[in-house]
């Protein structure tokens, strides 16, 4: 007989570190809850996961991830996992980030959990070559292989997969219109005292009343494409330009050039990792957000929902976000005098800059709230429960 009552089901999240179930899934398990799941979270210890037990109302359980090459403590987790499966006995396994798809997709295929789901939300061998490549191709085929569904959260990221990692159409899905979590556009959208605080940032960056504001959140790398916006916004005089987030110089760092211009530039205001993002958007125009990667991105769709056009790249996630010319320009990758020309249009062309002002908010809460991609996924769990678990 079918198990058709979600109450009956247990599911257990799975990501590398806790951070990721704070940030990136956030909210989704207490809402899982609310539909009669039994929900469980796990992932590496961190400060994160007190808060997560609290806000989400789940139990939450520590695991050895390490998110570097480490195959003894790889084996290690594995065993954990197998154990901690065996004796709880899951009917959903679903896993987020590289290292804990793999270890989770492998121990819940041992255990031979009946579902067992991993999301892909970017794929860092897209940036990479040689034999390093070759190794994260292969974690990547090992994990689909031990999944009985793969989740990539944009159409463009399952077309890369189909054509560079893994061509089963069976197993490939895009739940709903992409996103791993959307976004609370409650939360994501304009207030009066929202406004004020904006006007007094742009009082504080002491930035001219005649200038547009441009901005960029995010790590402040050089795979973010910060080189080229910064090069290009040198060619703009009326033009000020917010960067928030922190410097990494350890990861990607920027030319010596660009952190000079950002140093001496009087309209360039770098003020690092904000925890409240909104009244900065407020102060903005418009978001230039010319990534290199990514997987399905939420600061454009916090821009948009917002009221805010953007410029992005033509990569995975933002390319689905972003329609051309409709709520923001698409540009080419690594293309500084695209960007320029981008934003050109941006200062001069009032009517098109208005035009997708007025539609960037309905755009984004139509296609990204979170309620509408959550309840996608709930759709889908009632779907597998009815093939898979009887």
């Not at 997709?105 to 940036?127: D, K, Q």
């Not at 001496?264 to 230039?288: C, K, M, T, W």
């Not at 948009?304 to 790249?313: D, H, K, Y």
């Not at 689905?320 to 050109?344: R, S, T, W």
């Amino acid at each position: 007989m079918r198990k058709n009552s979600s109450s009956q089901i247990s599911i257990l999240r799975l990501t590398t570190i806790p951070m990721s179930l704070d940030l990136l899934l956030r909210g989704q398990f207490a809402f899982m809850k609310a539909q009669g799941f039994e929900v469980c979270a796990g992932s590496s210890s961190g400060r994160e996961i007190e808060a997560i037990i609290a806000r989400e109302g789940v139990a939450h359980h520590v695991f050895p991830f390490s998110r570097t090459i480490s195959p003894l403590l790889d084996l290690v987790a594995i065993f954990r996992l197998v154990r901690f499966l065996r004796s709880h006995k899951f009917q959903i396994v679903h896993t987020h980030t590289p290292k804990a798809g793999l270890l989770g997709m492998i121990a819940a295929w041992i255990c031979r959990v009946p579902i067992r789901m991993h999301t892909v939300a970017g794929l860092p061998l897209m940036e990479t070559k040689g034999l390093k490549r070759k190794v994260l191709l292969l974690v990547e085929r090992l994990t689909y292989h031990c999944a009985t569904g793969v989740y990539p959260n944009s159409f463009k990221m399952m077309e890369y997969i189909q054509r560079h990692i893994y061509s089963s159409e069976t197993k490939l899905k895009v739940i709903g219109n992409g996103s791993s979590n959307g976004i609370d556009t409650d939360y994501f959208q304009t207030d009066s005292i929202l406004e004020r605080r904006a006007l007094a940032i742009k009082d504080e960056l002491q930035i001219p009343l005649d200038h547009k504001v441009a901005i960029f959140i995010g790590r402040i790398t050089g795979d973010k494409g910060i080189n080229e916006l910064v090069g290009a916004f040198k060619s703009f005089e009326k033009l000020s330009l917010i960067l928030v987030g922190p410097f990494e110089p350890d990861l990607d760092p920027l030319d010596d050039q660009t952190v000079l211009e950002i140093q001496q530039n009087p309209n360039i205001h770098a003020v690092g990792y904000q925890s409240e993002i909104r009244p900065y958007l407020l102060a903005a125009d418009f978001l230039a957000f010319p990534s290199y990667r990514e997987g399905f991105p939420n600061v454009p769709m916090q821009a948009g929902a917002m009221g805010l056009p953007s410029i992005v790249t033509d990569i995975n996630g933002c390319n689905e976000i972003i329609a051309h010319e409709i709520n923001g320009l698409i540009i080419p990758v690594k293309d500084q005098n695209a960007l320029k020309l981008a934003i050109e249009r941006l200062l001069n062309d009032a009517e098109l800059f208005e035009r997708m002002k007025e539609v960037a908010r309905p755009m984004i809460v139509n296609r990204y709230d979170q309620k509408v991609v959550w309840e996608a996924l709930h759709q889908e769990y009632i779907a597998l429960i009815e093939e898979y678990v009887q």
